[in-house]
T-cell receptor
Framework: QKEVEQNSGPLSVPEGAIASLNCTYS??????FFWYRQYSGKSPELIMS????GDKEDGRFTAQLNKASQYVSLLIRDSQPSDSATYLC????????????FGGGTRLMVKP | KAGVTQTPRYLIKTRGQQVTLSCSPI?????VSWYQQTPGQGLQFLFE?????QRNKGNFPGRFSGRQFSNSRSEMNVSTLELGDSALYLC???WGQGAWETQYFGPGTRLLVL
């Protein structure tokens, strides 16, 4: 079992819809979770970090964390074609310094 | 503030050669981590440096090494290059060292080994 798992997609949503991206992780003791967006040929850019159970909102983005279920998700409201990218879930497994373990990424396609 | 910078941006080498990649973190950031990204394996952690000391190391062979200088700039070296080393090498910096630190990525160095 991989330590951080994501559905590779592609996830296709129409413009204006809500995109829901999911991630599960194996280490129950993990404390910090990050979502990065990566456009084709570019490097990952941080969208959000989340550390506590519940929801965290930033503009059109909402991260949700459920440590009991070892599940973290990212919701993108009012999806735009410019949101089309690969979304990477990253977990600090074992709270080991700055070592992030990444999921394989979910490719999101927002169709006009 | 300027972001993380990496040089060179593109590199072509042949098998058996060695390569050195450079990373300058965001001003004030003291931690630098390196990652390798390939289509098959995704993003994988290589190593992390904080205050010139390697703090964590990923599951890569000894051909991969790195160091950090007193100004927090970091270099990674890959010796005896193999075809499978072709990848995007990403450097990320953060202010400190801890599970809650946010890492910011540079643009990467794309290495092609022929």
């Amino acid at each position: 079992q991989k330590e951080v798992e994501q559905n590779s997609g592609p996830l296709s949503v129409p413009e204006g819809a809500i995109a829901s991206l999911n991630c599960t992780y194996s280490d129950r003791g993990s404390q910090s979770f990050f979502w990065y967006r990566q456009y084709s040929g570019k490097s990952p850019e941080l969208i959000m970090s989340i550390y506590s159970n519940g929801d965290k909102e930033d503009g059109r983005f909402t991260a949700q964390l459920n440590k009991a279920s070892q599940y973290v998700s990212l919701l993108i409201r009012d999806s735009q074609p410019s949101d089309s990218a690969t979304y990477l879930c990253a977990v600090n497994i074992n709270n080991a310094g700055n070592m992030l373990t990444f999921g394989g990424g979910t490719r999101l396609m927002v169709k006009p | 503030k300027a972001g993380v910078t990496q040089t060179p941006r593109y590199l072509i080498k042949t098998r058996g050669q060695q390569v050195t990649l450079s990373c300058s973190p965001i001003s004030g950031h003291r931690s630098v981590s390196w990652y390798q990204q390939t289509p098959g394996q995704g993003l994988q952690f290589l190593f992390e440096y904080f205050s010139e000391t390697q703090r964590n190391k990923g599951n890569f062979p000894g051909r991969f090494s790195g160091r950090q200088f007193s100004n927090s700039r970091s270099e990674m070296n890959v010796s005896t290059l193999e075809l499978g080393d072709s990848a995007l090498y990403l450097c990320a910096s953060s202010w400190g060292q801890g599970a809650w630190e946010t890492q910011y990525f540079g643009p990467g160095t794309r290495l092609l080994v022929l």
